[in-house]
């Protein structure tokens, strides 16, 4: 039987809109205990920013991250899957683009979900290290601690 992306995706995927800062967006990544948010324009799909991609093309580029929008550094027009494509397709869709994560859109453009490495490795194998990585929880953040 072929599985299908819906049935491994992460549904109800995090967006930002594409004139979001750099330092919000973070926030929005750390609450949710992510390490990408999709961005939007207009609700439609404009590109995906990850933690790396922040500090990366932002931070190491001293750019100021109250001021930088997401739109400015994302990866604009992502590769994407349908949710009723083969699970096959998106593992390879992810090896030939070097991809971790795959935005998931309906045929009609509306965001379904996403579908991450981790996703489809719990799949293939829940009791490999990389799927027991990926079902743990995230830790929560450090507790700020007071100046001395």
């Known amino acids: ?3 299908r992306v819906h049935e491994v995706m992460t549904g109800n995927p995090v ?3 594409q004139l979001t800062s750099l330092a919000e967006a973070a926030r929005v990544m750390r609450d949710a205990g992510i390490g990408d948010v999709l961005v939007v ?3 439609r799909l404009h590109g995906i920013l990850t933690d790396r991609d922040i500090v990366v ?3 190491a580029e001293g750019r100021d991250p109250t001021e930088t929008t997401v739109r400015a550094v994302c990866t604009p027009d992502p590769v994407t899957v349908g949710p009723d494509d ?8 992810m090896r030939r683009h070097a991809l971790r994560r795959l935005p998931v859109q309906t045929p009609s453009g509306d965001l379904a979900g996403i579908v991450t490495l981790g996703d489809l490795e719990i799949e293939r194998d829940p009791g490999s290290p990389l799927a027991s990585i990926s079902a743990a929880k995230p830790s929560p953040p450090p507790t700020p601690t ?3």
């Open 1 to 3: 039987m072929i599985r």
């Open 15 to 17: 967006a930002v809109e």
């Open 41 to 43: 324009a207009e609700g």
């Open 57 to 59: 093309r932002a931070l």
């Open 86 to 93: 083969g699970v096959d397709q998106a593992l390879d869709l």
């Open 146 to 148: 007071e100046p001395t």
